[in-house]
């Protein structure tokens, strides 16, 4: 809902770029785009132009509510075509998230033709703040290891860290091992970078690809970053990259291990997985851990113990009383700990994206 907003206020934002303040129109051809955004906040109702309000500018809500104030009453003709072209707008945007100006582009002249989609990728390039390296999200992976593999490592961590997680983790596999666990490094500490950066680093590949860039200071990277990209390389890059982390940053290294495998992934493992770390488990542990899941955990739980274990299981969680998030979530922390160890010594197998089967 709160992405919904934004995008609202974005189209809202592109409707009212035209800066010129014409009188009441009775024709949509000449209402001015001050105009048509006041009529869009008033169709939208009190409460929703509210919430869009929250993300536009000052000086933005000063002239929409100027606009609004002027407008007087409008034929519905009008409103209804102001209302279409503001869908028009949301429709291409939305397309821009997805696969880029070009994927927009394509797709709405299929469906409104050549002038007015170019019309309306104008008006949204204008006012649309754009994902850094959108550009190359469609690139094929090994095709852009080619252009990044020789770059820093810091500048490859940046262009990682825009990468959709599975694209990312295709590259970070690939890439050489003496740097694999640096990259990885920068990605979970990163946290904002400056648009001059990402336009230089944008440059290098201009020459090759079309380039995009961002005029805000956008956010990515950190710990959750480097844990999605590393859930779905493979075990062996993994491992390597977290043994080098544990050298150079133990608590950094210690975060990401926390995050890797979530207590409620169990129901990812199968059965003979989940009988060994039963017995691993003190029943007092397993049922406080057992406490804040939901039924298919602690169902995947039940089946594989035996009717009289399971039953013992249950009448010590209902006559636990409450108990504390966090003593809850330690005792789910302690299994994930011999769930990893159990990995580690090759007793378990957890799945991973990417990886075969096993048979």
Do not use: W
């Amino acid at each position: 809902m709160a992405e919904a907003k934004v995008e609202a206020a974005a189209a809202i934002a592109a409707t009212g770029k035209k800066k010129d303040n014409a009188p009441a129109a009775t024709d949509i051809k000449n209402l001015t785009g001050r105009q048509k955004a006041a009529i869009c906040l008033v169709a939208l109702g009190s409460d929703a132009s509210a919430s869009v309000f929250r993300h536009l500018r000052e000086d933005e809500i000063e002239t929409l509510t100027f606009e609004i104030a002027r407008l007087g009453s409008v034929d519905s003709t009008i409103k209804d075509s102001v209302l279409g072209e503001f869908q028009e707008i949301m429709v291409a945007q939305n397309f821009i998230t997805q696969g880029g100006i070009d994927y927009a582009r394509e797709l709405l002249e299929k469906s409104l033709g050549t002038q007015n989609a170019i019309d309306i990728i104008n008006r949204l390039t204008s006012s649309l703040q754009v994902r850094p390296f959108d550009f190359i999200r469609r690139t094929d992976p090994t095709h852009l290891l080619n252009f990044i593999q020789q770059e820093y490592p810091q500048t490859i961590a940046l262009i990682l860290a825009y990468l959709e997680p599975q694209k990312a983790s295709v590259i970070l596999q690939s890439l050489p091992n003496e740097i694999q666990s640096e990259v990885a490094r920068r990605i979970a500490t990163m946290d904002r970078t400056s648009p001059d950066v990402l336009r230089e680093v944008e440059r290098v590949l201009e020459k090759k690809l079309s380039s995009l860039s961002s005029e805000d200071y956008t956010a990515a990277g950190g710990v959750p970053s480097i844990v999605e990209i590393l859930n779905m390389v493979d075990r062996s890059s993994e491992k390597a990259i977290i043994e080098s982390l544990e050298e150079e940053d133990p608590d950094l290294a210690e975060e990401i291990k926390k995050r890797m495998f979530v207590f409620e992934d169990i129901v990812m493992l199968d059965d003979r997985a989940i009988q060994k770390i039963l017995r691993e488990v003190e029943n007092p542990e397993l049922s406080k851990a057992l406490k804040a899941v939901d039924t298919e955990v602690q169902d995947k739980i039940f089946r594989n113990m035996s009717k009289r274990a399971a039953s013992m299981l249950k009448d010590d969680m209902e006559f636990m009383g409450p108990i504390r998030l966090k003593d809850v979530q330690e005792a789910q922390q302690k299994i994930v700990s011999i769930i990893r160890r159990l990995e580690d010594a090759g007793e378990i197998v957890i799945a991973r994206a990417g990886e075969d089967e096993l048979v």
